[in-house]
């Protein structure tokens, strides 16, 4: 029974370049969360994904970053044109069902480092 | 908008005392709080949750934390820490805002366990 996989765990990249990010949410768990945490600070929301859907994004950055969890495969969280700023470490989440009365089980993390 | 607080960024107890890390939360409605561990390097692990009913909820580790809607605290506490507890420690609500399951953060206590 795994948990929530995330991939690649330490990724560098130089300014200009494109991160991805994968999660695989646990079995049975259809409901997927990202969440970003900068040196020093908590964690921050950034989008909540359903299969093929995105239901809230309110707190993904306007522009170079996006976000998917198609029908098959792992949801993909995807970055361009990294800056420096971008560096620090993004979890994902997943829930088996929707509604605030709800567990959140995390990844390890995908470290960034932008250099 | 909803938010969390924990005043003391960093705590230094000797094994064996007792603990009590502090969380005040600001939520219009009945909040669903959390408190989850991270381990340098690791992804967050639940400790306990509250959703309704009994205000001292239990969780693993040993841990606890009660609920108290006149004073919006979520206090974690311990009866005696052990060595392995160092960590950081985070404290989350959320609600039934629709889009499930967005937990806000706090920024985090840092527990560091002398011998």
């Known amino acids: 029974n795994a948990g929530v996989m995330q991939n690649p765990r330490h990724l560098v990249r130089r300014r200009g370049q494109e991160a991805r990010l994968r999660c695989s949410p646990m079995?049975?768990?259809?409901?997927v969360y990202w969440y970003r945490q900068l040196p020093e600070e908590g964690l921050k929301f950034m989008v909540y994904?359903?299969?093929?859907?995105?239901?809230?994004e309110s707190g993904m950055p306007k522009e170079r970053f996006s976000a998917e969890f198609p029908k098959e495969g792992p949801s993909i969280l995807r970055i361009q044109q990294v800056v420096r700023g971008d560096s620090a470490a993004y979890f994902c989440?997943?829930?088996?069902?929707?509604?605030?009365?709800?567990?959140?089980?995390f990844g390890a993390g995908s470290r960034l480092t932008v250099l | 908008a909803q938010s969390v607080t924990q005043p003391d960024i960093h705590i230094t107890v000797s094994e064996g005392a007792s603990l009590e890390l502090r969380c005040n939360y600001s939520?219009?409605?009945?909040?669903?709080l959390f408190w989850y561990v991270q381990s340098p390097g690791q992804g967050l692990q639940l400790l306990l949750k509250?959703?309704?009913?009994?205000?001292l909820v239990q969780g693993i580790k040993g841990f606890e934390a009660e609920f108290k809607r006149s004073q919006s605290s979520f206090n974690l506490r311990k009866p005696s820490v052990h060595w392995s507890d160092a960590a950081e420690y985070f404290c989350?609500?959320?609600?039934?805002?629709?889009?499930?399951?967005?937990?806000?953060f706090g920024t985090g206590t840092r527990l560091q366990v002398t011998l």
């Open positions: 989440a997943s829930s088996p069902m929707a509604g605030g009365a709800n567990v959140l089980t």
């Open positions: 079995k049975g768990h259809s409901h």
């Open positions: 994904l359903q299969k093929e859907n995105i239901i809230d």
């Open positions: 939520y219009g409605a009945t909040p669903y």
């Open positions: 509250y959703f309704s009913g009994d205000t």
């Open positions: 989350a609500v959320g609600g039934d805002t629709g889009t499930a399951s967005k937990l806000t």
